[in-house]
């Protein structure tokens, strides 16, 4: 009828249904599928929870060992792909190059694809879960000029992960259990989020129907901005330009002053003004990790904990409920087990991509329409052109 609603930034617009995940923000809720996200990271691991975000059950022991098997057969990327990675510069941030690398899958598997066919849009989310950490740890292994390692299927998803990004062909395999285990429950916590800004953008993309790995690339584009996925990026590099505990109140009182575009990195969150629950499992981990590596009096660390008793107790922050968001955390374990800062949002797209496809097969099988939003024009009336 021509009427519709101003809506900037999508406050109190649903785009559409969903019945993968569930968030109350009030009360500090999330659940994938009606499994809270602490007991999916206490019980779970990522495998099973990508297979029930995908599959909407978790799947029985033979299911689940299948589908680890699918996984573990797709890991390797084509040759084709190393080539594109060495046209890079060094320095290129990792982010730009994962786009590039998701595209150039839909450019490899383009000829003969049909989305409309449940099979075919499986074995794309297959591809995609499997493939990302190869394609992370290469885009780093470039980035630091060493040899690009292959997967090694005896190992878990996290542990090959590892093993790719650290291992060197030289030497034996050699991952910590506790940080595999760590690095596999960030994969978790970051599987799914409803329609965040990423995920709605691999949807509207796959709305007019275009290729799966292209749209899993305009995902990986939407995430990289600082107030999302780049957030655990910016936590670091925040962390780092304080430098001293005795400069943190210096931050503090400019992330309060309404003059100053400074914001602490790493607090709030659109959806959840209670702690986010994902959060406190990440908490928990970072402690461990710290611990685990003898690295809870680095300095940096200091700071973080310190900066984050401190905003915990400020009333700029209580009245807002700006509570530390799961990047907070996560930079901190990320940069603990050695991942490199321009590395955190490619994790952050890994974990991600489960949530993203789900998303993707979720709208393509059932009626949809083309994502296509409406504005408000506020340019010239209609004028005539000099003559
Ligand atoms: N530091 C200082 N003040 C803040 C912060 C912060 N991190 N976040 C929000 N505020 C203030 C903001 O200035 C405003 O104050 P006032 O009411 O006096 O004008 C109030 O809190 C509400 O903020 P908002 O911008 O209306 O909240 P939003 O829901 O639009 O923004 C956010 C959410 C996450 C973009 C924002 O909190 C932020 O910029 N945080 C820092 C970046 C960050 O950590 N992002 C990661 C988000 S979680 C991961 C993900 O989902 O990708």
Not at 51 to 73: C, V, W
Not at 178 to 201: C, G, P, R, W, Y
Not at 364 to 383: A, D, E, F, M
């Amino acid at each position: 009828n021509g009427v519709f609603t101003y809506d900037p930034g999508f406050m109190s617009t649903a785009s559409t249904e969903s019945a993968i995940t569930y968030i109350d923000g009030d009360a500090g809720v999330l659940l994938h599928r009606g499994y809270p996200i602490d007991q999916l990271a206490e019980h779970s691991d990522y495998l099973e929870t990508c297979y029930l975000l995908l599959n909407g059950e978790l799947p029985d022991a033979e299911s689940k060992q299948q589908f680890i098997a699918e996984i573990t057969q797709h890991t390797m990327v084509d040759a084709q792909i190393a080539k594109i990675l060495d046209g890079f510069q060094r320095d290129a941030h990792p982010m730009a190059v994962m786009v590039s690398l998701a595209g150039a899958l839909a450019a490899l598997y383009h000829e003969g694809l049909d989305i409309d066919d449940a099979a075919q849009r499986k074995l794309a989310a297959i591809r995609l879960i499997a493939k990302m950490p190869t394609l992370a740890a290469m885009t780093y292994k470039h980035s630091i000029g060493q040899p690009y390692m292959s997967p090694l299927n005896s190992l878990n998803y996290a542990e090959n992960f590892l093993h790719m990004m650290f291992g060197v062909p030289a030497d034996k395999p050699n991952v910590s259990p506790v940080l595999a285990k760590a690095m596999d429950v960030i994969f978790l916590l970051h599987a799914d989020h409803e329609q965040n800004a990423s995920t709605s953008t691999v949807r509207l993309a796959g709305s007019t129907g275009a290729n799966p790995y292209a749209c899993i690339a305009s995902g990986i584009s939407a995430l990289w901005g600082p107030a999302h996925g780049g957030a655990n990026e910016a936590v670091l590099t925040m962390l780092n330009e304080i430098g001293d505990e005795s400069r943190i109140e210096e931050f503090i009182a400019r992330a309060k002053d309404k003059d100053d575009p400074f914001r602490l990195m790493g607090f709030g969150h659109r959806v959840y003004k209670n702690f986010d629950p994902r959060s406190r499992v990440m908490r928990k981990i970072c402690d461990e990790v710290l611990a685990d590596l003898g690295v809870e009096n680095d300095p940096l660390f200091k700071i973080a904990r310190r900066l984050e008793k401190i905003a915990l107790e400020d009333e700029y922050f209580i009245e807002r409920k700006l509570y530390p968001n799961v990047d907070f955390y996560s930079g901190i374990i990320l940069k603990a087990i050695g991942i490199p800062t321009s590395m955190f949002t490619v994790i952050f797209a890994l974990g991600r991509t489960p949530g993203w496809i789900s998303h993707w097969n979720e709208m393509l099988s059932n009626p949809y329409k083309i994502g296509r939003p409406r504005q408000l024009y506020t340019g010239p009336v209609q004028r005539d052109y000099p003559a």
